[in-house]
C-alpha cells in the first residue's frame, strides 16, 4: 500500500511556475523512485503551499525519509519563493501536517488514484477529534456516494486544515453544486463550522474557493 505525507509552507504568489521547474529538473534525472518516492503533486491556495507525496511504503519502515535526491539542492533553489508556514519552524519535518481521520472503504491498495481534490480552511486548533468524529458518522451515510467519493483523508498543521478526497470524477464543483442543498450535506456543513472556517474569509464565497489549485504532477509510471 502507497504512504502519503503531506508538506504544507507558504509560497509566494504567483511564484508557481519557478517552484514547479525546479522539481521538473529534479525528477526527470534523479529518479526519485529509487528513494522510496513514486508520485508527487503541488498545489497553491493564495499564499498556502502544498506538497503531496506518495511512496511506496511508509519512510519509517523504509528508512527513505528525504523526498527526492539532493533534497538540499531543491530546499535552497525553491527557498525564494517558499518558506516554513509554522512560527516555531526548526526542522523539515515540522513542516509535515498530521493526519487525524482517514476513510476508503472498499478501495484496494493496488488500485490508482482516481482523482484527488485538496481542500484548505482553518481549524480551531485542537478541535481534530470532534472534526474526525463528525466525518466518521457521515461516512456511514448516503454524503459520499452523492459526492462521488472514494476516500478521503484529514490533515492538519497548526491552524491549517487539509481535506483530501479521492473521487471518481474530476469535477467536484459539480458534486458541490448538485449536493450542497441536500440534508446530508447541509448537515456537516452546519455540525463542522464551529470548528472549520475559511482559509481566506475575504476571497471565500463558495466551497469552490477552498480548493487548491494543483500546478505541477510527477509519477514514477507516467500516469
Known amino acids: 500500500m502507497s504512504f502519503r505525507s503531506v ?6 504568489p504567483g511564484s508557481e511556475d519557478k517552484v514547479a521547474e ?4 529534479t525528477d526527470e534525472t534523479a529518479r526519485p523512485q529509487d528513494f522510496g ?3 508527487r503533486r503541488l ?7 502544498i506538497h503531496v507525496i506518495e511512496r511506496d511504503q511508509d519512510p519509517k519502515v523504509s528508512g527513505k ?3 527526492l535526491p539532493g533534497f538540499q539542492q531543491v530546499s535552497e533553489a525553491i527557498a525564494p519563493y517558499v518558506t516554513p508556514y509554522p512560527r516555531n519552524w526548526k526542522v523539515p519535518s515540522d513542516s509535515v501536517a498530521k493526519e487525524f481521520y482517514s476513510w476508503a472503504p472498499g478501495k484496494k491498495p493496488e488500485e490508482p488514484i482516481e482523482h484527488m481534490t485538496v481542500i484548505v480552511a482553518r481549524i480551531k486548533p485542537g478541535a481534530e477529534s470532534e472534526v474526525a468524529r463528525i ?5 456511514k451515510g448516503p454524503l459520499p456516494a452523492q459526492m462521488g467519493v472514494i476516500g478521503r483523508w484529514l490533515y492538519s498543521l497548526d491552524d491549517v486544515y487539509l481535506h483530501v478526497l479521492e473521487r471518481k470524477e474530476a469535477a467536484f464543483s459539480e458534486a458541490v453544486h448538485h449536493n ?4 446530508a450535506f447541509s448537515k456537516i456543513m452546519d455540525d463542522l463550522s464551529p470548528y472549520i472556517s475559511a482559509y481566506n474569509p475575504e476571497t471565500w464565497r463558495s466551497p469552490q474557493d477552498a480548493v487548491a489549485k494543483e500546478f505541477y504532477r510527477w509519477r ?3 500516469r
Open 7 to 12: 508538506i504544507v509552507a507558504r509560497i509566494v
Open 22 to 25: 525546479v522539481f521538473r529538473r
Open 37 to 39: 518516492v513514486i508520485g
Open 43 to 49: 498545489l497553491s491556495l493564495d499564499d498556502l503551499y
Open 65 to 67: 525519509t528525504r523526498g
Open 135 to 139: 466525518f466518521a458518522h457521515s461516512d
Open 180 to 183: 450542497q442543498h441536500k440534508p
Open 220 to 222: 514514477a509510471d507516467g
